[in-house]
């Protein structure tokens, strides 16, 4: 039984696009104006989709994500005039044969939210109380753990890439057939703070090397890291383009934020160099960190 769920379930989610598709149709079935969606790395490691929607009732999450559970039709008659996007009951079971799933869920009935994880075959394994609003909230971990090579094909840089696409266009289109959805997307979420002295500062120094002056920190621990090191410098010097000023050393500072799963420090027994595995998404958000700070691209 279980490898005739996985099979059928391998047919109906075949991508991450498709995973997002199927979780942000049931967040506009569900009545909701405003659904975040998250992914980290590309969706492969995590896919969430959070609403503001009606919720689940606490008397169908014992079934809601077994295949073939629905709520939105109660008979033959309702298939001639359906609203909504889904009736079929699959996707959330299909979803669960194939990753690891939770889903947060609070009606305007419950007075705190659960969050429940569930098995593969969708039942529910735990549960415990959380701190979200009114609406639902899947994550989807893991995607295709259980189908290697089809992990594998979606995890060339490539195929990573038209699949964000892909998701960005899907969210893009609802978003215009719905213009009161509110729809926001974000990809390996990392917070960047950093010290960058405006161009003719004054604490300069000519001296010394500029590794000397640039301090990265990942998670509070200061690291070396020849990339944004050089990014850094790029940007910097750039604006020094035809002056005299140009090998003046600036006090540069970067604290980056990941979630801890995302970087590996062990790479030295110093620990001061560090592994980032979503290090082209850093380099593009640190790039645009600069380019908002001092106007123009580098390079
Ligand atoms: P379908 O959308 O075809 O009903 P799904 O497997 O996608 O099947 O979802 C199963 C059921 O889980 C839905 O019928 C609905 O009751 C509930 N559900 C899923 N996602 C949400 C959500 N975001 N908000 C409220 N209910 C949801
Ligand atoms: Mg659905």
Do not use: W
Not at 30 to 46: C, F, P
Not at 213 to 221: G, L, Q, W
Request: proline letters at 3%.
């Amino acid at each position: 039984a279980d490898t005739v769920r996985l099979l059928s379930s391998s047919q109906v989610i075949t991508s991450v696009v498709n995973v997002v598709k199927e979780l942000v149709e049931n967040s506009m079935d569900a009545g909701a104006l405003s659904i975040d969606v998250k992914l980290e790395n590309y969706g492969l490691d995590r896919i969430e989709v959070r609403d503001n929607g009606h919720g689940i009732k606490t008397a169908d999450t014992p079934v809601m994500a077994v295949r073939h559970f629905t709520s939105k039709i109660c008979s033959h008659e309702d298939l001639n005039h359906l609203e909504t996007y889904g009736f079929r009951g699959e996707a959330l079971g299909s979803i669960c044969a194939v990753a690891e799933v939770s889903i947060t869920t609070k009606t305007n009935e419950d007075d705190i939210s659960t969050q429940y994880m569930l098995d593969l075959t969708g039942h529910i394994v735990s549960q415990k109380p959380s701190h979200l609003g009114q609406g639902t909230t899947v994550s989807v971990l893991k995607l295709f753990m259980n189908l290697p090579v089809r992990r594998q094909y979606y995890s060339s840089t490539k195929k990573c890439k038209d699949e964000l696409k892909k998701v960005q266009d899907l969210l893009m289109a609802y978003a215009i057939i719905k213009p009161e959805l509110r729809v926001t997307l974000a990809h390996n979420k990392i917070l960047l703070d950093g010290f960058f002295p405006k161009p003719g500062a004054d604490y300069l120094s000519s001296s010394s090397s500029s590794q000397d002056k640039t301090f990265i920190f990942v998670n509070n621990r200061p690291v070396h890291h020849k990339d944004i090191m050089k990014l850094l410098r790029q940007h910097y010097t750039a604006q020094y383009e035809e002056e005299a000023t140009r090998n003046r050393h600036p006090i540069l500072m970067l604290k980056v934020t990941v979630s801890p799963s995302s970087v590996d420090v062990n790479l030295t027994p110093d620990k001061t160099q560090v592994l980032l595995h979503h290090k082209e998404a850093l380099l593009t958000a640190v790039e645009a960190l600069l380019v908002s700070l001092y106007g123009f691209r580098a390079t």
